[in-house]
């Protein structure tokens, strides 16, 4: 079973910068896209950037220009490095991993969150 641990989360002033982590460990063969969503209170979840194991990427235009998705497939390890913070990007940040079974049917695994506050 994949487990996903996220990691870097914390306070920073607006238009500073932090850089998450997310480390993967099981059966991660099946998992195509990964990806970073954050959910802030009294919002749903949102996708925030994701990318492929061929390393293509897509960002929400929120933070188009400001954050950077990578990903090492030896390691296991995704990264979210975010510049020019804002105080509209506070929220939990998670980490998912989509994991194809076959049969276009696909299972998703979540981490347990970081949380990301931007305040002076």
């Known amino acids: 079973q994949v487990q996903l641990v996220e990691s870097g989360g914390g306070l920073v002033q607006p238009g500073g910068s932090l850089r998450l982590s997310c480390a993967a460990s099981g059966s991660i063969f099946g998992i195509y896209t990964m990806g970073w969503y954050r959910q802030a209170p009294g919002n749903q979840r949102e996708l925030v950037a994701t990318?492929?194991?061929?390393?293509?990427?897509n960002y929400a235009d929120s933070v188009k220009g400001r954050f950077t998705i990578s990903r090492d497939n030896a390691k296991n390890t995704m990264w979210l490095q975010m510049n020019s913070l804002k105080p509209e990007d506070t929220a939990v940040y998670y980490c998912n991993a989509q994991e194809e079974l076959g049969g276009n049917r696909y299972l998703q695994h979540w981490g347990q969150g970081t949380l990301v506050t931007v305040s002076s």
């Open positions: 990318i492929t194991r061929g390393g293509a990427t």
